[in-house]
């Protein structure tokens, strides 16, 4: 007891006291956390309010009872006894731990013992605040949730994602833009400057100054470079983020490879400048008949009116010949313009083929090895098998003529694939159930890159002037295109040319039992009027007979004859001449209620939304499809 | 003699047919489009149609049917350059019509006349 009160009366004082006891004991009572005075017995003695309202009890029950009454043996002894001892030796301890109370149940607490001495210099006691955290911890747990998913929604993305400090410098990337740079470690990115990737350094730092104009601008395509030098086309996107100071933060760019994208536009190019040229020159080789036939009409009578081996008649003889020859060209020239209608029936490709090899066999320069590998030998396509003979043997001697002055190898493989894998190699829209997949390896001269683009123009060489027409693979390609099938070419200078031929397997399609009768109609509506031979393939045999148009006045046409009002509508989001809207509007116009299935491209989807609204849409698929999700979807839409 | 209507669009060639049907004695009425052959049509002077399929203003195939129907015992060789794209050539289509033979052109004139004549023959009711 301080002297200095006792001085100033023992009455006075003892007021002071409990006074100041009540002060004390009101803030202890009323702080939010447990606290209580522990002595090296590990008994309690003395607990606030807060602490007893936890136990759903009062002061004297726990007061004198040990730590070991009122958490139990297991809690003690592994949790608290540790801490008790460690604080027991001088320190104060902090640590956070899950427990239960009677009337909170069990929640985080953030838990301090500190030493206490009374009277001596001695620890004879302990003081124990228990502060409950469990608000805080949720947050931080939901916090740390956040985060988490956060992260695995960015790196499981598959846009490549990075974050750069004002001047360019790598500081994160995610998942998807490793393997867009293809490297493993996000180390080799970040701390490099952005500006490194790109092929044209000045492109950057002038993205960066729009950006600084902008805050947010999409660049469009550009070409980078990944860390094995391979140009990549990437899409970017940039967003440029401000700190409070409205001085630019970080920069972030989102990055999407746009290599199939090219891909597929490129080859879409390439077969719509195929079709330009192949309309032009069938136009001109249509004409070009007539005259041919005029110039054999007239030499057919000279050589009535000529004595039979005369010297004029041997020459008009040679006339006859130029014009038979020049009429093998024109005839090419309208296969590869598709102008020539194939007599289509089920072929055994690996009997063609079998018959093709047998052929090329008979005259295989020495130097050059045939080898051949069938698989799912029964397997047809709908093909002319002439044509098809024709198909193997120009890819044939292409292969062997590139090797003929080295000598090496010929490889051909015939395998069946789901077309369901091979939907996104393909440029088409529809995709059959399975292709037969024909490859010719050679080990020849191979191609330059920019070369294999165009060989399927017609009259484009590489050989010499003078040797070959030109005309070999573009008439291929029209035959395969005509099947609805498809060249791959991938090749090397000096190494070698792989052509990979696709064609679809022509199979019965029994799920769709309609009377055969009487077939029913189904409407396709496309811009591509070669889309719809696949389907109609498709439908062949079973009941349903397919209609289609591709412009406005012949649509309104076929829905306003009521006697001849398709059972289901397809239609394709490439029709150019007959928007969503119009169709929308159409079908309301002739009060149209026959079930609809939609095709179209993912992104797309704000126009066709217009038809999904008017409800009579029953099912929507996304290009490409296989022409199994379309049957699915007959079937499902007519029942 | 047996009148066969030539109809072709393309000048030489039906000058060319015109001179080699000439030569052989047959009677040629010419018409260089589908719309003149059928208007100018004289059902009993024609024995045998010889015609282009893609030609302006009505087509062969037009030409055909309509003919066919004013003159269904009439003889018809449909002659083409290689039908244009699309399902069903020219040809197999003239041929569903009622086309007795067709012709892929450029073709050899006699083989076209033996035709002709083979067509005449089993015309000739005994």
């Known amino acids: 007891m301080d002297k200095k009160y006792i001085y100033k009366g023992e009455k006075n004082y003892l007021k002071y006291l409990s006074h100041e006891k009540i002060i004390s004991d009101e803030i202890i009572n009323h702080s939010r956390s447990m606290i209580s005075i522990i002595n090296r017995d590990y008994v309690y003695e003395k607990v606030n309010s807060t602490f007893c309202n936890a136990h759903q009890t009062v002061l004297d029950v726990i007061v004198g009872k040990s730590l070991v009454d009122i958490w139990g043996k297991d809690v003690f002894e592994n949790s608290i006894k540790k801490n008790i001892d460690l604080c027991l030796s001088g320190k104060t301890v902090r640590y956070e731990a899950c427990f239960k109370t009677p009337k909170l149940g069990k929640r985080y607490f953030e838990v301090v013992f500190r030493p206490l001495s009374i009277d001596s210099g001695e620890i004879t006691h302990l003081l124990v605040e228990t502060f409950d955290i469990n608000d805080l911890k949720r947050s931080e747990q939901a916090v740390i949730e956040k985060e988490e998913e956060l992260r695995t929604f960015e790196t499981n993305l598959p846009i490549g994602y990075i974050r750069c400090d004002p001047a360019g410098k790598i500081l994160l990337v995610n998942k998807a833009m490793l393997r867009i740079m293809e490297c493993h470690d996000e180390r080799s990115l970040v701390n490099v400057n952005l500006k490194c990737f790109y092929q044209e350094e000045g492109l950057f730092d002038m993205q960066m100054e729009q950006l600084i104009d902008n805050n947010t601008k999409s660049f469009g395509r550009v070409s980078l470079k990944n860390l094995k030098s391979k140009e990549i086309p990437c899409r970017i996107s940039g967003f440029l983020a401000l700190d409070k100071n409205k001085k630019p933060a970080f920069i972030d760019f989102a990055v999407e490879d746009s290599t199939r994208e090219l891909m597929l536009e490129n080859r879409l190019l390439q077969s719509q400048k195929l079709e330009t040229i192949g309309a032009l020159a069938g136009g001109i080789a249509h004409d070009f008949n007539n005259i041919l036939a005029t110039i054999l009409g007239y030499s057919d009578m000279l050589l009535d009116d000529l004595p039979k081996d005369s010297a004029l008649s041997k020459k008009v003889n040679k006339i006859k010949g130029a014009v038979i020859k020049a009429n093998s060209l024109t005839s090419q020239i309208l296969t590869f313009s598709r102008q020539v209608e194939q007599e289509k029936i089920q072929v055994s490709v690996s009997e063609v083929l079998k018959e093709t090899i047998g052929f090329v066999k008979s005259a295989l320069p020495d130097n050059i090895n045939l080898k051949s590998r069938f698989s799912q030998k029964g397997t047809t396509v709908l093909a002319d098998p002439t044509q098809l003979f024709r198909v193997f043997l120009n890819l044939m001697t292409n292969a062997i003529q590139s090797m003929e002055e080295k000598g090496g190898i010929l490889t051909v493989n015939m395998t069946v694939v789901d077309g369901k894998l091979i939907q996104h190699e393909l440029n088409k829209d529809i995709v059959a159930d399975e292709y037969v997949l024909l490859t010719f390896k050679d080990t020849g001269k191979g191609m330059d890159p920019s070369l294999i683009s165009r060989i399927f123009e017609p009259f484009f060489t590489t050989r010499e002037v003078g040797k070959g027409t030109g005309l070999g693979l573009s008439v291929i390609h029209g035959i395969v295109t005509e099947m609805e099938g498809e060249i791959l070419i991938s090749s090397l200078p000096e190494k070698g040319s792989v052509f990979y031929i696709y064609l679809p397997v022509s199979k019965v399609y029994t799920e769709l039992n309609g009377n055969q009768e009487k077939k029913k109609k189904i409407l396709l509506i496309t811009g591509n009027k070669y889309e719809s031979r696949i389907l109609s393939l498709a439908l062949k045999n079973t009941g349903y007979e397919l209609i289609y148009v591709s412009d406005r006045r012949n649509l309104i046409k076929v829905l306003g004859c009521i006697s001849d009002c398709p059972e289901l509508i397809i239609y394709m989001s490439d029709s150019k001449q007959i928007q969503a809207e119009d169709l929308v509007s159409i079908f309301k116009n002739l009060k149209i209620k026959t079930p609809c299935i939609l095709i179209t491209d993912t992104n797309q989807e704000l126009l066709e939304e217009k038809i999904l609204i008017s409800g009579i849409v029953k099912q929507h698929l996304i290009k490409p499809v296989s022409l199994k999700e379309i049957r699915n979807a007959i079937q499902i839409s007519l029942k | ?126």
Not at chain 2, 50 to 74: H, N, Q, S, Y
């Open chain 2, 1 to 126: 003699m047996p009148g066969i209507l030539l109809v072709e669009d393309d000048n030489d060639l039906r000058e060319m047919l015109k001179a080699s049907f000439i030569r052989r004695k047959y009677t040629v009425i010419e018409a260089e489009n589908g719309k003149d052959a059928i208007s100018h049509f004289k059902p009993l002077i024609t024995d045998i149609l010889v015609t282009d399929l893609i030609m302006p203003d009505e087509d062969g195939l037009k030409v055909i049917i309509k003919l066919k129907e004013l003159k269904p015992t009439l003889k018809i060789i449909a002659i083409s350059g290689g039908g244009k794209a699309g399902p069903g050539s020219y040809l197999n289509l003239a041929k569903a019509l009622g086309a007795d033979a067709i012709f892929s052109k450029p073709f050899s004139v006699n083989d076209l006349i033996s035709k002709i004549e083979e067509l005449l023959l089993t015309e000739q009711p005994v």
